[in-house]
């Protein structure tokens, strides 16, 4: 009797998960016009990609650009691995554009906890980054919804680049890919609340995450210049946010659907996510700056 009673609650918590699995995938296509859009994601992409372009041009003229094919040259020259030559001059842009300087953190330019989000230092470090983005982003966007969404590419960033702060003062720190992590986070924490709704449990899906997880921060052990703690921050983080925040619907009395995880029933929640961001931004000024 005890194994029949087991049997029946396992069937129906794998029912509730499917239920609000498939709920999720398809919730976008219940609102209409540019709410169906990941508006959110694409404004993301194509403002990084213009801050780039401006990055790079500056960075073109700080090494001697004076025409059109200079200015190509030295940006293409650059485009996977940035010349020992050249180092100088890009990092001086990316600083005055606002990038991770521990120093000028700590002179009170706070905004540059978040501004490397949006600066890259060559054309490969933005084409992966906002490839990744667009590709994740537009699926989590549809998922979490716009606003959710914001929130965890937002925090999620800020968080690494308060973790490169603290555990990388010496460098001089851009990219979204601390972000990135952390949306990876955040559907790596849905597939888990949803395992039942995929075959074998799920476990084929958590390990395809967690081999994609572990791969991309073993790039960081050989090759130069990348900020795992930055990468650590974002994807932890993001995990807590997909906790919190990833959809998970259930059956109210009414054969309704809600979603327990909506902003409108975790509001606080939000604020909370927000003001632990700024504390937690504040211990690691404490803490470096004395």
Known sequence: MENIYTEINTASRTMRSQMSYQKALSQYRSVHGLSRISWVTWGVV????????????????ATGAHNAHDIIAAVMNNAINIQDKDNNALSSVLIAFGAKDNDLILQGQYWRFVTPIFLHANLLHVGLNMLNLAVLGVFLERL???????????????????????????????????????????YSVFVLMHRRAFRKGGIPALLWLIIVIVGNLSIGFFVPNVDNYAHLGGLLSGCLLGWWFTPLYTLTQDNTLIDKHSLSRRWPLALLTIAGTLILAIIARLFIGG
């Open 46 to 61: 194509t403002g990084t990609i213009i801050i780039w372009c401006v990055t790079a041009y500056q960075f073109a003229l």
């Open 144 to 186: 979490v919804g716009h606003i959710r969404f914001l929130l965890i590419y937002v925090t999620t960033g800020i968080v690494s680049i308060i973790a490169s702060f603290y555990f990388m003062p010496q460098e001089i720190s851009v990219g979204a890919s601390g972000a990135i992590f952390g949306l990876v986070g955040a």
